[in-house]
């Protein structure tokens, strides 16, 4: 049976007399007895199996071995202060930072403008965010799954999975991607019209399958990414393909759909972290309120 370890009243104890001149002194300093400083010190004495002070009365000395014990205890101690006085400090009021990785146009056309609403209600938590294509190929997959694994990233929010099981993967929603204009549209204009979209996109090889003789009249005009396509819209009669979700922002309220073509992509866009035993709490509530707030759009 292994020996009981000394109580910590009972190192402090040491600790104390250690630096004063008498244990007289040490009681003083710690509103006790100068009988109980005595009785912790010699059952420390006993559980240790060697003595720590000489004993005599007129010398307040210590051993070898309490010489070596009480300088490493007095630096024990001090971070023990230091860090007790720093949980005094840290309350609901310290403030914790996220780094998150998101597709721009999920910032730009859905996530900023709800941020207020997650502000509101955890005030205390920062969020910090870093982009990506909103389609990101094999190399930038691989790069989000090392920034996670090595904590520069705390979370990413993609198309598709990433092939690493050493991250926790949860999907958020299956993107349904629909036809828009920035004029009123019918099937024969949208077929009229030049078409902004990426031509490499899981979107556009979906909505191509899906609509093999319409895309073989269409012309379209190649762009990078969804955010180009929508912007070039403006003041135009063009057409393009987003994400539906996107169309709940401000500025897309009014655009025309065509949702008789619109298609589902077969991939869910998913929110990735490190897996963990324990998950820090700030990371846990970004996320709930994320799936919340997607479920209600």
């Not at 100068?34 to 004993?55: C, D, H, M, V, Y």
């Not at 910032?107 to 909103?134: G, K, M, Q």
């Not at 324990?278 to 509530?285: D, I």
């Amino acid at each position: 049976m292994s020996a009981k370890s000394p109580s910590l009243n009972a190192l402090r104890v040491f600790t104390v007399a250690a630096q004063a001149h008498s244990f007289k002194a040490a009681a003083q300093q710690l509103g006790v007895s100068q009988s109980a400083i005595t009785r912790q010190i010699q059952n420390l004495e006993e559980q240790l199996g060697t003595r720590l002070f000489q004993r005599d009365n007129r010398v307040h000395a210590l051993t070898p071995a309490g010489l070596v014990l009480a300088p490493e205890l007095q630096r024990i101690f001090r971070e023990l202060d230091r860090v007790v006085n720093r949980s005094r400090t840290v309350g609901d009021d310290e403030l914790t930072t996220l780094r998150i990785a998101v597709p721009e146009s999920f910032l730009r056309w859905w996530l900023a403008s709800r941020l207020p609403d997650f502000y509101s209600v955890y005030p205390h938590i920062r969020l910090y965010f870093s982009t990506h294509s909103l389609f990101p190929d094999s190399h930038e997959r691989a790069d989000i799954a090392t920034q996670l694994q090595h904590e520069t990233l705390d979370l990413a929010i993609h198309y598709g999975k990433l092939r690493e099981k050493s991250i926790r993967q949860t999907p958020l929603y299956q993107p349904t991607y629909v036809p828009i204009c920035m004029q009123p549209i019918d099937e024969m204009h949208a077929q009229q019209q030049a078409w902004l979209v990426d031509l490499e996109s899981p979107y556009w090889r979906a909505f191509s399958e899906a609509n093999v003789e319409l895309t073989k009249q269409l012309s379209t005009i190649p762009v990078s990414n969804s955010n180009i396509a929508v912007d070039l819209l403006t003041g135009s009669s063009q057409m393009t393909l987003l994400d539906r979700l996107f169309l709940s922002h401000p500025s897309l309220r009014d655009v025309s759909q065509l949702a008789s073509q619109q298609v589902q992509l077969p991939q869910p866009v998913i929110a990735s972290i490190r897996s963990r035993q324990r998950q820090p709490v700030a990371l846990v509530a970004f996320i709930k309120w994320l799936e919340a707030r997607i479920q209600r759009a």
